[in-house]
């Protein structure tokens, strides 16, 4: 089992920067692809970034190409999604995701965070 922890949500304008990070007390960190979905009211889970482990492929959806960046540090075993210029419409649950392997993105994860509110004002 994977314990996965995110922070770094909040509320913020639109034009702003947040960083969210996802921590995990386990070893297996580096070992493992990771990701971030979100999840906005009335709307489908969607896949945002997700990082490879070794050569830190990644991934984005077109929706934050540009905007965002996924990152990883394997020592301090933590995840990042730094987050510019923000829009009303990244309101959403943010979610920090652990996969072992890399494959499709649709159902797409083995472990889950709880999630961290994120809210953009206009």
């Known amino acids: 089992q994977v314990q996965l922890v995110e922070s770094g949500g909040g509320l913020v304008q639109a034009g702003d920067s947040l960083r969210l990070s996802c921590t995990t007390p386990?070893?297996?960190?580096?070992?493992?692809?990771m990701g971030w979905f979100r999840q906005a009211p009335g709307k489908e889970r969607e896949l945002v970034a997700r990082?490879?482990?070794?050569?830190?492929?990644?991934q984005y959806a077109d929706a934050v190409k540009d905007r965002f960046t996924i990152s990883r540090d394997d020592v301090k075993k933590t995840l990042y999604l730094q987050m510019n210029s923000l829009k009303p419409e990244d309101t959403a649950v943010y979610y920090c995701?652990?996969?072992?392997?890399?494959?499709?993105?649709?159902?797409?994860?083995?472990?889950w965070g709880q999630g961290t509110q994120v809210t953009v004002s206009s």
């Open positions: 386990g070893r297996a960190f580096s070992t493992l692809h």
């Open positions: 990082i490879s482990w070794g050569p830190k492929t990644t």
């Open positions: 995701v652990a996969a072992r392997q890399w494959g499709a993105t649709s159902g797409w994860g083995d472990y």
